[in-house]
């Protein structure tokens, strides 16, 4: 049901926390959506909705997205209280952060894993490439199954742990210390602003095109 | 530390002088003193009792902060620099124009945040990352603590930070602004400039009615996208159709800015889907030079070029002006000031 703000309620068939303080939230898919699109989100109408990357595949049944909790956040503190059968409020999908079936490299910062997710259930993967920085081990959500299909173009940087497989360092050294970028991919960027713009200018100064890099922020 | 009174609604004041069991009316009277005359201090707050005056500054400091240093151009342009919270810093630009005899005009451009999330390619606040938001009184303080204040005309917000990402401070900054209990100016000399956070944008279209400036760079999405984030969020068309929904018919105006850069956004082509996005739209497009900040693939076009795309878009009827670059020799670029001043904060957004 739609109510003034364009909010849906739908049911929520799962909240897990698959890793320390993060969660997967999943809900019964009610509307259609592009993989990289993101969903507005609240609990209840007097919390302003926040945005949401979704984190599933355009066929799945279900529609996820995976959230941190962020300290005193007015909405996140709420919604990791949420159970099986509570219903949420969502928007529509929207958004223009969408994959392509262009060779491109993926590069991501904690949760913004999700938009690429969704890409990697939904479109070619063969030329796609996954660069993944997280705190700690456990930040590595879905790895074995993205290891499996992107094999060793999927690069997980640890910048407080170290493990096997493992680049130990922010993502943003393996990045500088990469030595070459091919500049006719394409570069699509997602996390915090401070991941966005220094990873951009990484990439700038090793002559990628600005025209090849494209950015979603969680701001 | 205290709490500041600047930049406390009338409302808001209210409360605190209730809470304090004084008369409600001393809030209008205190409003005056913040507002509308020339003290820096509760204690000179004359026309209240002087018990009044000690027991406002046992919890509340009247909040102004000078100025920390002021560049000053050849052309009259002034930049200065504000401190806000620890090791943080914000700049605003004063703006003379003396084109007007007799009659002084002087714009101010003040900032919004402390840095900004919204990650612009072209912008230099970008790169210092976002810092903090600034509270309806940081963002008044640039005005009432700004030696020219008198000669102000005219308040822009396009100075560092995203607005609308910070809706409640820059509403309640623009209510002061235009209330008759505050500074009284006419919300038609008040300009708020987005990138469009469309939801922002919205709520201060129907709360308010100063004008708004959109920050266009191009009109085409997938060439947007890549001079500015926003874009993959909030797409433009929705941006102009949220826009067009809203009621025009008041003297509120709506501008366009566009930054040229060379060989990007400044050809045949995009004037062309110019007219054709903005068909219906009584603006105005504001061209503005870029002032290339380091490391950027992005250069300007040449006042030519310039004055090309003006004259062909003015020929097809649409109000174009390429705004006059003032003070160059100091603004190397907006937030470069800043940024160099800015104290890297500590921080555990590790990645
Ligand atoms: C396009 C877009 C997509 C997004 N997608 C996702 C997503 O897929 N998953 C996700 O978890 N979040 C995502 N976000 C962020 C999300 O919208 C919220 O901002 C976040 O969940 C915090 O909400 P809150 O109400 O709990 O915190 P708030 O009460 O809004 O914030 C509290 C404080 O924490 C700071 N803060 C905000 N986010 C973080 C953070 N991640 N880490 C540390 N501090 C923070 C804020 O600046 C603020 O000072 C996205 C944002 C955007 C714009
Ligand atoms: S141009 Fe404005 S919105 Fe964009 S990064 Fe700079 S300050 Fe932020």
Redesign the pocket.
């Known amino acids: 049901m739609e109510n003034q703000k364009g909010l849906f309620s739908v049911e929520v068939v799962s909240n897990v926390e698959i890793s320390k303080g993060i969660f997967l939230l999943s809900v019964k898919r009610i509307h259609d959506f592009k993989a990289g699109q993101v969903i507005a989100l609240t609990v209840n109408d007097g919390i302003t909705p926040r945005l949401y990357s979704i984190c599933s595949g355009e066929e799945d049944e279900l529609l996820s997205i995976l959230y941190n909790i962020v300290p005193e956040g007015e909405l996140t503190r709420l919604m990791r209280m949420i159970k099986k059968g509570d219903t949420i409020k969502i928007s529509t999908p929207f958004g223009n952060f969408l994959g392509t079936d262009d060779s491109a490299y993926w590069i991501a910062a904690g949760t913004g894993l999700a938009p690429f997710y969704a890409m990697f259930k939904s479109a070619r993967t063969d030329n796609k490439y996954l660069i993944h920085g997280g705190r700690i081990l456990e930040s590595f959500y879905f790895q074995d199954e993205l290891m499996k299909e992107l094999r060793s173009r999927y690069v997980r940087c640890c910048s407080q742990q170290s493990g096997e497989g493992v680049y130990e360092g922010r993502l943003t050294n393996y990045l500088r210390e990469k030595a070459e970028f091919p500049l006719d991919h394409k570069y699509y960027l997602c996390g915090s602003s401070e991941m966005v713009v220094q990873t951009r200018d990484i990439l700038l100064s090793k002559n990628v095109p600005f025209e090849n890099i494209i950015a979603e922020i969680y701001f | 530390m205290k709490e500041r009174l600047l930049g406390k609604t009338l409302s808001e004041l209210e409360e605190i002088v209730i809470s304090l069991g004084l008369k409600k009316f001393v809030a209008k009277q205190i409003a005056d003193w913040l507002y509308k005359k020339n003290i820096s201090n509760i204690i000179e707050m004359r026309n209240l009792a002087k018990n009044t005056r000690e027991l406002l500054s046992e919890k509340y400091e009247f909040g102004l902060t000078a100025h920390q240093s002021v560049q000053v151009s050849i052309d009259g342009t002034k930049k200065y620099l504000f401190p806000a919270g620890k090791n943080q810093y914000i700049e605003s630009a004063y703006i003379p124009d003396e084109r007007l005899e007799g009659k002084s005009r002087a714009t101010l451009c003040v900032s919004s945040q402390v840095g900004?999330?919204?990650?612009?390619l072209?912008?230099m606040?970008?790169k210092q990352g976002f810092q903090a938001q600034l509270s309806s009184g940081e963002i008044l303080n640039q005005i009432r603590s700004l030696p020219e204040k008198d000669k102000l005309s005219n308040i822009v917000y396009m100075g560092?930070?995203?607005p609308f990402d910070n809706l409640d401070n820059v509403l309640r900054s623009v209510e002061i602004l235009t209330a008759d209990w505050g500074f009284a100016m006419s919300p038609k000399r008040i300009t708020v400039s987005t990138?469009g956070m469309i939801p922002g944008m919205i709520k201060f279209l129907e709360k308010s009615e100063a004008h708004l400036a959109v920050?266009l760079h191009s009109p085409f999405e997938e060439e947007r996208k890549k001079l500015?984030p926003i874009e993959n969020v909030y797409r433009l068309p929705k941006v102009l159709n949220a826009i067009k929904n809203m009621d025009w018919s008041g003297q509120r105006r709506i501008s366009f800015e566009y930054i040229m850069f060379k060989g990007v956004n400044d050809t045949e082509k995009h004037i062309k889907e110019l007219l054709k996005i903005l068909n219906g739209f009584k603006c105005r497009i504001n061209l503005l030079k870029f002032h290339p900040i380091p490391d950027s693939p992005l250069e300007s076009s040449d006042m030519r070029t310039m004055e090309w795309f003006r004259d062909q878009l003015k020929a097809k009827g649409v109000m174009t002006t390429i705004r006059a670059s003032r003070g160059e020799d100091i603004f190397a670029a907006c937030?470069l000031l800043s940024t160099k001043e800015l104290v890297k904060r500590k921080t555990n957004n590790d990645f």
Do not use: L, Y
Request: aromatic share 6%; with cysteine.
């Open positions: 900004c999330k919204m990650g612009c072209f912008c606040t970008a560092m930070g995203e990138i920050s500015m937030g």
